[in-house]
């Protein structure tokens, strides 16, 4: 086998008990989960801060994290850096770094971008009023089964799935 | 032994977060088109990898309980929202299946190397803004058809963890034969290699 092909995939079950150990011992060290949305609104609530202080400290949902400061102050920030570090790892020892915009074959450069915009819009709109998002709600949620996290995982998995008799095109 | 230990300091979240990008990378969970094919069922990846995880971090939580090793009344549960979480978890497929991503896949997209990952990061960021502009008028879903305090599934139906566990499980493992049936039948799960042409 040419060795510059990138290795493949770990079997689904092999990286979901990784997984499953890795959340069951933030959940022991920390008393919490994994998460990541905490991390975006975190950012949010900054950028708005930094930009607009006025508007950002009479924004009653801002009002609980404002008083939290500095973003680098919030554990999620330094757990997000590890996913970061985590996801440069696997895939650049593994030869499945690559740059690229990644798309369905019948979909142009401009249209990715607008509906990964769009998707964006959605999901970072989602979140907040989820209270949490896949992973801090869904994923860690599920771990001490909560309701709350099936709750959030049946209406995400169906409205991905009604979704995609129209989506498909774009990424097949 | 006295889990948690209730310490978030930089290093331990540092290692979890590491562990958590490793593993979602490795099961090709930074990719939005082996994302995406959950939802046309091609590729159940997305399912497998989740449910395992959620079995065995339950599974793993009740023995450290059982044992007294755990304090399971310290952890953080989330109280149920009906309404709001229903819609944002809706909301949160539908921008998987448009932009490719949820938030935590989105970090694992962009290290390794895919840039449609920022852009849906700027979305993010565009949304939430959103969301917060808008928060007065949304208040009432916000904060409606509230349940229980932090409840769970065992609270809920009045079965014991371990059974829930088991069906859990059951659960899972009906997904992967349901999911392996389907994967032959529409092409099969999207592959490395696949990926990188």
Redesign the interface.
């Given at each position: 086998m040419d060795n510059r092909q990138p290795r493949e995939f770990w079997p689904p079950l092999v990286a979901g008990i990784g997984l499953g150990l890795a959340l069951m011992g933030m959940f022991l060290f920390t008393g919490h989960g994994l998460g990541a949305n905490g991390f975006f609104t975190r950012t949010v609530v900054w950028l708005s801060d930094a930009t607009n202080p006025a508007w950002a400290g009479a924004n009653a949902y801002f009002k609980s994290y404002l008083s939290k400061g500095h973003p680098l102050d919030a554990w999620i920030s330094w757990e997000i850096a590890g996913v970061a570090i985590g996801a440069l790892a696997g895939s650049l020892t593994a030869r499945r770094f690559q740059w690229k915009i990644e798309r369905g074959p019948h979909t142009g450069v401009a249209a990715r971008l607008a509906l990964a915009l769009g998707g964006g819009v959605l999901t970072g709109f989602g979140a907040p009023l989820a209270r949490g998002c896949t992973s801090g709600l869904g994923l860690s949620g599920g771990a001490t089964l909560a309701v709350a996290a099936f709750v959030f995982l049946i209406a995400f998995f169906a409205a991905g799935l009604l979704l995609s008799a129209l989506t498909r095109r774009l990424w097949q | 032994m006295n889990?948690?230990?209730?310490?978030?300091?930089?290093l331990?979240?540092?290692?979890?977060?590491?562990?958590?990008?490793?593993?979602?990378?490795?099961?090709?969970l930074?990719?939005?088109?082996k994302l995406?094919?959950?939802?046309?069922?091609?590729d159940?990846?997305v399912?497998?990898?989740?449910?395992?995880?959620?079995?065995?971090?339950?599974a793993?939580?009740w023995l450290?309980d059982v044992l007294g090793w755990?304090r399971f009344d310290?952890?953080?549960?989330?109280?149920?929202?009906?309404l709001?979480?229903?819609?944002?978890?809706?909301?949160?497929?539908?921008?998987?299946?448009?932009?490719?991503?949820?938030?935590?896949?989105?970090?694992?997209?962009?290290?390794?190397?895919?840039?449609?990952?920022l852009?849906?990061?700027?979305?993010?960021?565009?949304?939430?803004?959103?969301?917060?502009?808008n928060?007065?008028s949304?208040?009432g879903?916000?904060l409606a058809a509230q349940?229980p305090k932090?409840?769970?599934?065992?609270?809920?139906t009045g079965l014991p963890?371990w059974l829930?566990l088991l069906l859990l499980a059951g659960l899972a493992a009906a997904g992967?034969r349901l999911g392996a049936w389907l994967e032959t039948r529409r092409?099969g799960v999207i592959?490395?290699?696949e990926?990188?042409e």
């Open positions: - | 889990f948690p230990l209730e310490n978030s300091g930089m331990a979240v540092l290692v979890a977060g590491f562990f958590f990008g490793y593993f979602l990378e490795v099961s090709g930074g990719s939005p088109r995406t094919a959950q939802f046309t069922l091609r159940w990846s399912f497998k990898v989740m449910f395992v995880a959620i079995v065995v971090a339950a793993g939580l450290f755990l310290a952890l953080k549960i989330q109280t149920t929202f009906y709001a979480m229903a819609i944002g978890g809706a909301l949160l497929g539908t921008g998987m299946a448009i932009g490719g991503y949820c938030p935590g896949t989105s970090v694992v997209g962009l290290f390794t190397g895919r840039l449609d990952a852009v849906f990061i700027i979305g993010m960021l565009i949304g939430t803004t959103l969301f917060a502009a928060f007065d949304l208040q879903l916000y349940g932090g409840q769970t599934l065992a609270a809920l963890i829930i992967f092409g592959s490395a290699s990926l990188a």
